[in-house]
């Protein structure tokens, strides 16, 4: 076996070292008060986060696994219909900032709150990325293995489960991941949907009794969550199977009379992740007398794009770094970087925040307060969803193709360049999209660790609804999901692109 | 694997134990004061407030200000990160309870007399560590068509026929600085049996605001907030649109509590104590009475129609400085489960 070019590993392994440093800061702070940490988690109402924590994550992890990988089959496999529209509405929810979807759910419905809406919310807020991942695993695969399963007399039902699962299994099982880590580090929907979990409850004692001891000891628990729900991706992931992209006519799968309650189901889901959210913005937008100035829309509108752009090239970077190394020449150490840059991902923002504020303000003043931080911070909190995203479009391209490369006379390593990157061009910039847009709805940590007197929307968001002007807040919550808007129906185009190619 | 992990977990956190330094005491005492024509400010108040108030400064003085906008308990975290590193020369905070926990980690120099002279004693630090700006009190918001009885007390929400019918947000900074005023003046077996109370009658919100639009819309009947949130609601929509009346409770009840935004000086400089002297200038404290319905804190300043004098609200005696202790009203808040 080849080996891992030095600058894979060495950007491996800053990333992980990155990927560390929160860590090392919470160890840190329990040193600093060990008995009192040790109080904080022996008290019942640990116990109580713990379970609120569990039922949030399984539940919606398992909610928008189902919704995303049905939408995901309906519009890439049956004869639904609309296919396109209804793949658009489903990658849509990607650009509502959770907080903007929950705060629109309680302006429209009041008096709700606790764990269902908290429930509903995130699934739909997440339900994105299995769609994503899934869709682009369907349209990839082999469709005539689905086809010899049915000549063979499998029911419809016998070769989703049996022979379409299977295919789509890695990329489900990442997706999932993701969601899971994404509901376990989620503050802002939860806090305006009032359900307690330990993210919110390390913001509390961060926000409300200054107690750095007993937030790092809540945010350990967390780092360990993480690392059980981790253990479960990798026990179920399943292989991923490098495949040729499918160039044959696809049948479609005839519905039948279930169409139109797959089209009904379909259209309730985009009502409520996406209707209710809009209609909320553009209410309030015409309720209030808006006065938000131009200049410093555009002002927030370039500071947004800018740090997207910026931390999405970097994160693309050390992610393809990671995917190469972890994917074309497995390694103990490989394997412990991506578990190290993977362990961190559910610790609220907050806390990553907090550990680059200490280290900046005490040990590296000159980088203290720079949008080099900044991006720091930022690739430390989304690198996995990057990893996650590209991975399986690298893993795709076939080995074999490297070695005809190589007999062709391309040297060693070079066939990564001349061949791997090429054929996942498209995964690659969906992942460094989804990078992007995860950094423009990013909120906490652009507010902590961004140059004084940078603006984002997000942050002008944040500041207008401070003042209860919900009427100046609207404009920006919309631009934001006008925005994110851009890189989601990229995501989508991107996910579906064999499909167009291939013709109906 | 695993136990790899572990290992560089130790490698990292012995680093960055190492490598922690405890910053020297500020050398600052009785020396000439340090002249500087520039100012950092971290503000807990949001930018849309404080700007037009920084560019009348800026005019004024000729010096330069960079703000940092953000939450004031997030400001009061990043400051005690930062310890004796902090670029910061003043914090303005939003409340008493972020100023005091910056006041008790000695991150603030003491504010000359002459400043904190100007604000009445019992709306700043008594060891001069912060001083007062404006004032907020505390007060029932009610709607008009659903409530007829108003309570005399916040005592009296305890009762049953406030079952499901009273607001409350307990994890809002002003909302806990009430209950440890109550748990300072009335003891904690009083708290805990209101918050009890509380616990079985109240439903919860997560901010002020969001309690007020709920009292507008007839979801609840009645809430407890800051007064300045009805003034700002009724600027947006319209004082003749508005659902909800704001009143107040009987003399020295603990419900009209009046708590504080106020100003530390981080960095003792010409700058920090120019910046907080412009903040009690008669033209600031007519800024905060005209935009945001708070009280000013110097005396002799308008306030906003409709609203009570502070001199008249009938606010029980209780040392701000007395309501740093978060900690404990916490777990008082939290064993009624209402956290």
Not at chain 1, 5 to 33: Q, S, T, W
Not at chain 1, 419 to 431: C, K, N, Q, R, W
């Amino acid at each position: 076996m080849r080996k891992p070019p030095a600058l894979l590993k060495a950007l491996g392994i800053v990333a992980a070292l990155a990927a560390l440093i929160p860590v090392g800061y919470l160890f840190f702070r329990l040193g600093a008060g060990s008995e009192k940490a040790i109080e904080e988690l022996f008290r019942s109402r640990t116990i109580e986060l713990l379970f609120n924590t569990t039922l949030l994550v399984v539940s919606v992890t398992l909610t928008a696994l189902v919704i995303g990988f049905l939408q995901a089959w309906l519009t890439t496999r049956t004869n639904l219909g609309f296919g396109a529209l209804f793949a658009v509405l489903a990658t849509l929810p990607l650009a509502i900032p959770s907080y903007v979807m929950a705060f629109s759910f309680t302006a429209t419905f009041p008096s709700i709150s606790g764990f269902w809406p908290s429930w509903l919310v995130l699934s739909l807020a997440t339900s994105p990325y299995v769609f994503l991942a899934v869709s682009a695993a369907l349209v990839r695969t082999d469709a005539s293995s689905e086809e010899v399963a049915r000549t063979l007399g499998l029911t419809k039902w016998q070769v989703l489960v049996r022979v379409t699962w299977p295919q789509v299994r890695p990329a489900a099982t990442a997706s999932s991941l993701l969601v899971a880590l994404y509901t376990l580090s989620e503050f802002g929907a939860i806090a305006i949907l009032r359900f307690d979990t330990f993210t919110r409850a390390i913001y509390n004692a961060y926000r409300l009794s200054f107690d750095r001891t007993a937030a790092a000891a809540l945010a350990v628990v967390l780092v360990l969550l993480t690392l059980v729900v981790i253990w479960f991706e990798r026990r179920y992931r399943g292989d991923y199977l490098s495949i040729s992209p499918a160039s044959q006519k696809r049948v479609r799968i005839s519905l039948g009379k279930a169409r139109p309650l797959a089209v009904t189901g379909l259209l309730f889901i985009a009502v409520v992740a996406v209707g209710i959210p809009l209609y909320s913005l553009v209410n309030w937008s015409i309720i209030g007398s808006s006065t938000a100035d131009l200049s410093q829309i555009l002002e927030a509108l370039l500071g947004s794009v800018s740090l997207a752009v910026l931390a999405g090239v970097a994160i693309t970077v050390f992610a393809l770094a990671i995917a190469l190394w972890i994917v074309r020449y497995p390694t103990k150490l490989g394997r412990f970087v991506e578990l190290s840059v993977w362990a961190n991902h559910a610790l609220p923002a907050i806390v990553v925040a907090l550990a680059l504020i200490f280290l900046g303000a005490n040990l590296f003043p000159w980088l203290y307060q720079t949008t080099a931080l900044l991006i720091f911070a930022f690739l430390i909190l989304f690198l996995p969803n990057a990893l996650g995203t590209m991975t399986t479009p690298i893993a795709q391209v076939p080995k074999s193709l490297e070695d005809v490369a190589n007999s062709l006379g391309v040297k060693g390593n070079r066939s990564i360049f001349k061949v791997v990157l090429p054929i996942a061009a498209p995964g690659i910039l969906a992942g460094a999209a989804l990078v992007a847009l995860t950094v423009l709805k990013e909120l906490p940590a652009t507010l902590l660790l961004r140059p004084t007197g940078t603006e984002t929307l997000a942050v002008r968001l944040w500041s207008a609804t401070e003042e209860l002007a919900f009427s100046q807040a609207a404009p920006y919550a919309l631009l934001l999901v006008v925005l994110g808007g851009l890189p989601a129906l990229a995501l989508n185009r991107q996910a579906r692109k064999a499909l167009s190619e291939v013709g109906k | 694997m695993f136990k790899s992990f572990a290992t560089l977990l130790a490698l990292v956190s012995a680093l960055t134990l190492s490598s922690c330094t405890s910053g020297e005491p500020n050398p600052n005492a009785s020396e000439t004061l340090q002249q500087k024509d520039s100012l950092v400010l971290y503000s807990g108040r949001s930018e849309e407030l404080v700007q037009p108030l920084i560019e009348m400064f800026e005019q004024e003085s000729g010096i330069t200000v960079e703000v940092r906008y953000a939450g004031s308990a997030e400001l009061a975290a990043q400051l005690l990160e930062e310890g004796e590193n902090s670029p910061a020369d003043v914090f303005f905070s939003q409340d008493a309870g972020a100023l005091g926990a910056v006041s008790k980690a000695g991150l603030f120099s003491t504010i000359p007399s002459e400043l904190t002279s100007q604000v009445d004693k019992q709306y700043s630090a008594t060891d001069g560590s912060w001083v007062g700006v404006s004032g907020r009190a505390r007060i029932l918001v009610y709607n008009t068509a659903k409530v007829s009885d108003l309570p005399v007390s916040v005592f009296d929400l305890a009762k049953p026929e406030w079952k499901n019918r009273i607001a409350i947000a307990p994890t809002n900074a002003s909302f806990q600085s009430f209950v440890t005023a109550m748990r300072v003046v009335e003891g904690e077996a009083a708290t805990t049996s209101w918050l009890e109370a509380m616990k079985s009658n109240a439903v919860i919100f997560e901010k002020n605001d969001a309690i007020l639009n709920a009292v507008e819309q007839g979801v609840v009947d009645a809430g407890l907030i800051n007064h300045y949130y009805w003034f700002a609601k009724a600027k947006e929509i319209g004082k003749d649109k508005m659902k909800s009346k704001l009143a107040a409770f009987e003399s020295n009840d603990l419900g009209n509590l009046v708590n504080v935004a106020g100003a530390g000086i981080i960095s003792d400089n010409s700058a920090s104590r120019a910046f907080v002297d412009f903040l009690l200038s008669n033209k600031a404290q007519t800024f905060f009475a005209e935009q945001t319905a708070e009280y000013p804190l110097v005396a002799g300043i308008d306030i906003v129609e409709g609203l009570t004098p502070l001199t008249d609200v009938r606010n029980p005696k209780v040392d701000l400085s007395d309501l740093d202790t978060l900690d404990e009203t916490l777990e008082l808040i939290r064993a009624a489960g209402l956290i």
